[in-house]
């Protein structure tokens, strides 16, 4: 788009909402010649048939400017101001591309961090970066309320000195107000996070800010310091703008100069016209997503990265999401949940962010000891079926843990004739006893499914951060996450209620000669924490139930060629079997059968005289595994000629997400949050011992062992900073435990 004269330059504003509405209407009233692109049409026909308005209290002022929708415009863009919500800039941008002049620019007049979205779509040379801190919102189509006043920064990315265009922009938007040039736009838009984090959480309750900010300091202040911490990591420079100083809500800041930037801050908000957030407006008045959750995708990213913990930022983020479409669940609990969380620890409470950091930061001081252990146990031969190797194991697993933990209160060895021993420590409490003085269950398997000799052509591998070996992912790596989780407390004087660590030598075939003494000590325990390796990173709540049965028919046999009617088939029959087996499998209940070994019968002209189908049968649930129980023993022979016969069991029980499951899982999805990280959970069709864990009425915490996949495949595999990250997830959720 040309300029349509020499003394005005000419603007196309990509975003006609709130900022983009108050910029066009400025530059418009300047003279500039102005066209607004917006999707929405009843605001694209007001503007047509009214102009562009601003409400000031009672005052309406229209100027007249183009606008259209993305459909109906035509030409080429010059000077593009892009003004829409975060979310919406990778299509803005594409649209943008196409049109855009070789010498035009792309000016993000955004909330949050879009300059590199931006460039990705039109060029580096052609994106403007900017800051913009405008209260102002949209109240009728073509109507948009001015809150007061705010502040305008433009700059070139990745701090370049201020260039000619940046100047003649910021002189014609002077037409609005104080917009300012700067080679620090970062510093800001930095600055702005960590304001904008502190009006997103007063979303949550339906109140003005400036008194939830007043009311709730200590979690205002504590979720701001988590976005400078990054910041500060990543060396940017914060700027002040308008009445916020960033500065004294940097962790370790003095309380005194915090309280005086809060003072200052509630003061200036309380004179603005606009009492709650554009974030409050969207979900209570325009009931549509917010776009705050994109704005900060970046600075989790960041901070996972870097390992720093967001807890109150991810809380936020969390409750914004819930309220999508629910607003009449905003609630100052909400915020009063922030609190608990930002305030010291406390019986019941989780344990603080900076505990949980500095369990972070010790185990990944220690993580090449983590591999070297991993190293060496993966080392030990472990197959289920070698007693020698399974012995040697153990041996190796009781001198590794006396020079790591220390010695154990107590230690049993349980033997076990047909399958590897069974190994019990107890290790004491330390710290405030809690409410719950039963111990903790660390439940883990050493026997792996890998043979005697593997390890003589796949030894443990690393490659930077991948991990490969035999049993690396199921499960040696979970133990040694375990190990360190408890290691780490023990470095750090953290508290951590009494746990007891038992290890078994045969839940790769079935646990049978050790699930009776996994029942009977969870019998004793408060809950399970179960090492095995998470499903695609999730743990999992909800194991499918496990039967292993065979039926064996038995028939008569005869000369198939010179008597073929004189015997009963007993291979015949066990088709006939399959078929009606087959009748039970209910996928959308969970439930799967599958017949995986059939033998029968000795020569191909002898009818068979017994043939035998080995049967797995998979369950979601108690109900489903007695129907298929029952129908089982229903089971009677199509040729009555032959006996049908159902011989097994039930390996392992349906492990059900019970409440206290899901009530585990919920403080290990917070004890993540703290830690910067998003935990999931997953229902998966292998069984555990956690299946006769909870089968009990125990809670359990499955699958919070390795990061990694290929278990019992030759790609098994897990990684370096998932060790680190899933022991720091197990020691915190351990302090936490210790406290309630």
């Not at 801190?133 to 920064?153: H, Q, R, S, T, Y």
């Not at 191909?604 to 109900?623: E, H, K, L, P």
């Not at 004890?671 to 009990?696: I, K, M, Y």
């Amino acid at each position: 788009m040309t300029d349509a004269s020499p003394q005005r330059a000419a603007y196309t504003v990509v975003g006609g909402g709130a900022i983009g509405g108050t910029l066009a209407f400025a530059l418009a009233r300047a003279g500039h010649p102005v066209t607004v692109v917006d999707t929405d049409p009843a605001h694209v026909d007001a503007i047509r048939a009214r102009g562009l308005v601003v409400a000031h209290g009672d005052t309406r002022t229209s100027v007249p400017v183009t606008a259209t929708t993305p459909d109906g415009f035509s030409g080429t863009l010059g000077r593009v101001l892009l003004a829409v919500k975060a979310q919406a800039t990778a299509t803005a941008a594409a649209w943008i591309a196409p049109r855009l002049d070789p010498d035009g620019y792309v000016a993000s007049l955004q909330n949050g961090f879009n300059e590199t979205l931006i460039a990705q779509h039109v060029g580096a040379h052609r994106t403007v970066a900017a800051f913009v801190n405008i209260f102002a919102d949209v109240i009728e189509p073509g109507v948009v309320l001015d809150g007061g006043a705010g502040a305008v920064v433009i700059g070139e990315p990745d701090g370049a000195p201020v260039s000619p265009r940046v100047h003649a922009l910021v002189a014609d938007l002077q037409s609005w107000g104080p917009a300012v040039a700067s080679d620090n736009v970062e510093g800001y838009l930095w600055a702005k996070a960590g304001f904008g984090a502190m009006l997103a959480a007063t979303a949550l309750a339906d109140a003005p800010m400036a008194d939830l900010i007043d009311r709730h300091r200590p979690s205002m202040a504590c979720l701001t310091g988590e976005i400078f911490a990054v910041s500060d990591r990543l060396g940017v420079t914060l700027e002040a703008f308008d009445a916020f100083d960033p500065h004294p809500f940097r962790r370790g800041a003095d309380p005194v100069d915090r309280d005086a930037a809060f003072d200052r801050l509630t003061a200036w908000l309380r004179t603005q016209t606009k009492d709650r957030s554009g974030i409050w407006r969207d979900l209570a008045v325009r009931h549509r997503p917010v776009e705050v959750t994109t704005h900060y995708t970046d600075v989790l990213d960041h901070a996972a990265r870097e390992g720093l913990p967001t807890p109150l930022l991810r809380t936020v983020m969390a409750g914004l999401r819930e309220l999508e479409g629910a607003p009449d669940r905003m609630s100052e609990s909400r915020l009063e949940e922030l609190d608990r969380l930002a305030g010291p620890a406390a019986p019941g409470l989780l344990p603080e962010a900076e505990q949980a950091a500095a369990v972070r930061r010790w185990l990944d001081e220690h993580r090449e000891d983590m591999v070297a252990d991993l190293d060496a146990y993966t080392s030990q031969g472990s197959a289920s079926d070698d007693p020698d190797d399974l012995d040697a194991c153990l041996g190796w697993l009781r001198d590794w843990l006396d020079r790591r933990l220390g010695a154990p209160d107590t230690e049993e060895t349980l033997p076990r004739e047909e399958a590897g021993d069974i190994l019990v420590r107890r290790y004491p409490a330390r710290g405030p006893a809690a409410d719950d003085s039963r111990p903790v269950l660390l439940l883990g398997h050493y026997d792996t499914v890998w043979p005697t000799g593997t390890l003589d052509s796949w030894p443990f591998r690393r490659d930077g951060d991948h991990i490969s070996g035999p049993g690396v992912f199921d499960m040696k790596a979970g133990l040694v996450q375990a190990v360190w989780a408890l290691r780490a407390l023990d470095a750090l004087e953290l508290p951590r209620p009494a746990c007891t660590l038992m290890l078994n030598g045969d839940e790769e075939t079935g646990s049978l000669a050790s699930r009776e003494a996994i029942v009977a000590e969870s019998h004793d325990s408060r809950l399970a924490m179960v090492f095995e390796a998470a499903a695609d990173g999730a743990i999992k709540t909800a194991r499918k139930g496990v039967g292993l049965f065979t039926v064996t028919v038995t028939g008569s046999e005869a000369h198939a060629g010179l008597d073929p009617t004189a015997g009963a088939s007993a291979v015949d029959e066990l088709a006939h079997q399959i078929l009606r087996l087959a009748e039970l499998r209910a996928p959308d209940a969970g439930t799967s059968l599958n017949v995986g070994v059939v033998e029968g019968g000795t020569r191909s002209n002898v009818t068979a005289g017994r043939a035998v189908g080995r049967i797995d049968v998979r369950v979601a649930s108690a109900a489903e595994q007695n129907r298929v129980t029952e129908a089982l023993a229903a089971l009677r022979p199509v040729d009555p000629r032959t006996r049908v016969e159902v011989t097994g069991d039930w390996n392992r029980p349906v492990f059900e997400r019970t409440e206290q499951v899901a009530a585990l899982a919920e403080l290990a999805r917070r004890c993540a949050a703290l830690l910067g990280e998003d935990l999931r959970e997953a229902s998966v069709g292998g069984a555990s011992d956690g299946n006769f864990v909870v089968a009990t009425g125990t809670p359990v915490l499955d699958g919070i062992g390795a990061v990694g996949s290929g278990a019992h495949a030759r790609s098994e595999n897990t990684s370096v900073s998932g060790m680190v990250a899933r022991s720091a997830l197990a020691a915190t959720v351990l302090v936490s435990l210790a406290a309630g």
